[in-house]
C-alpha cells in the first residue's frame, strides 16, 4: 500500500502564496501519474492538476490556471504545487494522488481514476 504524505499547508492571507509538496517513503513516484486534488466543505473533491511521469505534460484546472503550477523532482521523489495570488474560495483540504504505473504522456483528472491518496493538508486563505 503506497501512502503519500502532504506538507505545506497552512492559514494565509488572500494575495499570499504557498507550496505544498507531496512525497512517499515506501513508493518511487516516476512510476506514476501524479495529481493534485482539493475539497472545500460542503462541496465535492475536484481537480486542480496533474503531472505526467516525465514532468513534460502538466494539466491544471481552469480556475487555477496562470496561478497554481504542478512540478515534480523525480530524484528527489517529490510532487509540488506552487499556490500565487491565493484566493479564499481556494481553500481547501488539498490531496495528492498516484495513478499508474503509467508511462504515457497523459494523466487523468477524474479523483476515480487515482489508485492511492494522502490524507490531505488544509489550506486556508482569509479574504
Known amino acids: 500500500q503506497v501512502q503519500l504524505v502532504e506538507s505545506g499547508g497552512g492559514l494565509v492571507q488572500a494575495g499570499d502564496s504557498l507550496r505544498l509538496s507531496c512525497t512517499a517513503s515506501t513508493q518511487i513516484l516516476s512510476n506514476y501519474c501524479m495529481g493534485w486534488f482539493r475539497q472545500a466543505p460542503g462541496k465535492e473533491r475536484e481537480f486542480v492538476a496533474a503531472?505526467?511521469?516525465?514532468?513534460?505534460?502538466?494539466y491544471h484546472a481552469e480556475s487555477v490556471k496562470g496561478r497554481f503550477t504542478i512540478s515534480r523532482d523525480n530524484a528527489k521523489n517529490t510532487v509540488d504545487l506552487e499556490m500565487n495570488s491565493l484566493k479564499s474560495e481556494d481553500t481547501a483540504l488539498y490531496y495528492c494522488?498516484?495513478?499508474?504505473?503509467?508511462?504515457?504522456?497523459?494523466?487523468?483528472?477524474?479523483?476515480?481514476?487515482?489508485?492511492?491518496w494522502g490524507q490531505g493538508t488544509q489550506v486556508t486563505v482569509s479574504s
Open positions: 494522488a498516484g495513478e499508474g504505473p503509467n508511462y504515457s504522456d497523459r494523466c487523468p483528472i477524474n479523483d476515480y481514476e487515482y489508485d492511492f
Open positions: 503531472i505526467n511521469w516525465s514532468g513534460r505534460n502538466t
